[in-house]
């Protein structure tokens, strides 16, 4: 079966612009999780999705949302870009709700890049 | 509050064994994993430790001490394929799943 598919794989954008991240699960998969990856950070959460609902959320700030579509297709959104949000940007899906509480497959990321 | 200790780097020599520590603090305890990541790729699953012991696969062994906060991941018979970055992840309160991240151990291994 397919994969976890992220679209973009590259992006670059501008200091206030705003981006906008999509993530196919694999197929059946409910648990869509997104997770910013920089050198200096590592691997941070930023928030998980399971039936349409926000179930978790990591510290970040408001400008970083998301939203996930009854395909369970989810699309992460992030408002007035800074340079610091450059990074590569994970997602995971997972059958159940729990972030990496199950065995999670991770999508390829897209780089995004703040210029 | 919630904290996750590995090391940065190791480098060992093809068909050696290694082992990553990782030492953690969560608000609660709901699991550990090990996650191997190759550079420019996504994460991928290694383990899953949830109650104390050894879990083998393969070539890789993961172990778990929920006591001592502590866990390792044993790699063997080194291969060069196996130079990556290994993430130590804990997973914290039982309600909302909360998540520590270690920063990765960046092993190389040399012929």
């Known amino acids: 079966k397919a994969g976890v598919t992220q679209t973009p794989r590259y992006l670059i954008k501008t200091r206030g612009q705003q981006v906008t991240l999509s993530c196919s699960p694999i197929?059946?998969?409910?648990?869509v999780s997104w997770y910013q990856q920089t050198p200096g950070q590592g691997l941070q959460f930023l928030f998980e999705y399971f039936s349409e609902t926000q179930r978790n959320k990591g510290n970040f700030p408001g400008r970083f949302s998301g939203r996930q579509f009854s395909n369970s297709r989810s699309e992460m959104n992030v408002s007035t870009l800074e340079l610091g949000d450059s990074a590569l940007y994970l997602c995971?899906?997972?059958?159940?709700?729990?972030?990496?509480?199950?065995?999670?497959?991770f999508g390829q990321g897209t780089r995004l890049t703040v210029v | 509050g919630q904290n996750i200790d590995q090391p940065t780097e190791m480098t060992a020599t093809e068909g050696a064994i290694v082992q990553i520590n990782c030492t953690y603090q969560?608000?609660?305890?709901?699991?550990l994993f090990w996650y191997q990541q190759h550079a420019g790729e996504a994460p991928t699953f290694l383990s899953y430790?949830?109650?104390?012991g050894l879990e083998e696969k393969g070539r890789f062994s993961s172990f778990l001490s929920r006591s001592k906060g502590y866990s390792y991941l044993l790699l063997k018979e080194l291969q060069m394929k196996d130079s990556a970055s290994y993430l130590c992840v804990a997973v914290g309160e039982s309600n909302d799943y909360k998540l520590s991240f270690g920063a990765g151990t960046t092993v190389t291994v040399r012929a």
């Open positions: 430790n949830v109650l104390d």
């Open positions: 197929s059946g998969h409910r648990s």
């Open positions: 995971a899906s997972s059958q159940r709700q729990g972030a990496l509480n199950t065995e999670a497959f």
């Open positions: 969560t608000s609660g305890f709901n699991g």
